[in-house]
């Protein structure tokens, strides 16, 4: 009997997760990938293709001129899509915020802090930047599950150590996530005022902040990956729609203070879908559908056109 991950998202095998040992990020995309999904450049970043054969990468090719640039991990990334067109950043260059070109400057399984340091180690490499949106905040909470001496000085990262018996409660998982992520906001905010960037967050779409009931697919695909995989044990607290607005709601004080613009994307996302759009093919990974719809509401409601 084909498996629902086989049926509906046979694409996914070629996202192996597996990545190369990097220093000072831990980890990172190999350099000239090409599989029959997505393609990186020399660097690991994955190519966003644009209208009329253009392609935009951070180490490789790219018009002349401006680019935006859209930061972020797997989701960024654009696990899940069918190809390197379907990703966040494509859809904007190619449909919804096409004045620029679109870089994609993300890293699987990041949290806050390697996202900031991906783009320090790589700015060198960037010609004039109009627009620095983030779309993030998911992985730090996932990560606040670790206890404190997996934490450190600057929060926990995946792989660095086995999943706990006991995990924190939500409000302090929230917290814990809150701080870091606007603590790195700020360094943003400062890169990106030194280069003359506008710097945005958005809070990246977890399937049940969006809908509290996943469609029926979902469900399948859902439960298909809980049965090899701790997110649902580990998890299922901040898997509710409350913790995902109290996370927001917070986020979204830090931004104001920092005068960064914000975005619950799980709200935008929910308001824009229909009820029978197929968006999320596991909780943090989104069909091709449900990339595009982010990058629309992203491009309208961060007046980004």
């Not at 790195?184 to 969006?210: E, I, M, N």
């Not at 049965?227 to 898997?239: A, L, Q």
Request: glycine share 8%; aromatic share 10%; hydrophobic share 40%.
């Amino acid at each position: 009997m084909t498996s629902p991950r086989a049926q509906y998202t046979p694409h996914m095998e070629h996202y192996t997760f597996v990545l190369e040992d990097q220093p000072y990020l831990g980890y990172f995309q190999y350099g000239g990938e090409k599989t029959p999904v997505y393609t990186t450049d020399r660097h690991g970043f994955r190519v966003t293709p644009g209208p009329g054969g253009q392609r935009a990468t951070v180490g490789d090719d790219r018009p002349e001129g401006p680019v935006r640039v859209l930061a972020g991990s797997s989701a960024v990334f654009g696990v899940g899509a069918t190809g390197d067109a379907a990703t966040v950043s494509a859809r904007l260059w190619n449909a919804y915020a096409p004045r620029l070109p679109w870089l994609n400057f993300a890293g699987q399984s990041h949290n806050s802090v390697q996202e900031l340091l991906l783009f320090t180690l790589f700015q060198h490499e960037l010609p004039p930047v109009a627009d620095i949106v983030l779309l993030s905040g998911v992985n730090n909470l996932v990560l606040s599950r670790l206890p404190e001496e997996k934490q450190g000085r600057h929060g926990a990262f995946f792989d660095c150590g086995p999943a706990p018996e006991v995990v924190p409660p939500p409000d302090r998982r929230v917290a814990h996530a809150t701080e870091l992520t606007l603590r790195h906001l700020s360094a943003w905010k400062l890169l990106a005022d030194g280069l003359g960037a506008r710097l945005t967050f958005a809070l990246q779409p977890l399937a049940p902040w969006v809908r509290e009931e996943p469609l029926p697919r979902e469900r399948l695909l859902f439960e298909e990956l809980d049965e090899v995989s701790n997110f649902r044990r580990f998890h299922n607290d901040i898997s509710t729609m409350a913790v995902g607005r109290s996370y927001a709601d917070r986020l979204a004080a830090g931004c104001a203070a920092l005068d960064v613009p914000f975005l619950d994307m799980n709200v935008a996302l929910g308001e824009a879908a229909a009820a029978e759009d197929w968006l999320f093919i596991d909780r943090v990974h989104c069909t091709d559908l449900g990339y595009d719809l982010v990058a629309r509401q992203l491009a309208d409601r961060l007046d980004l056109a």
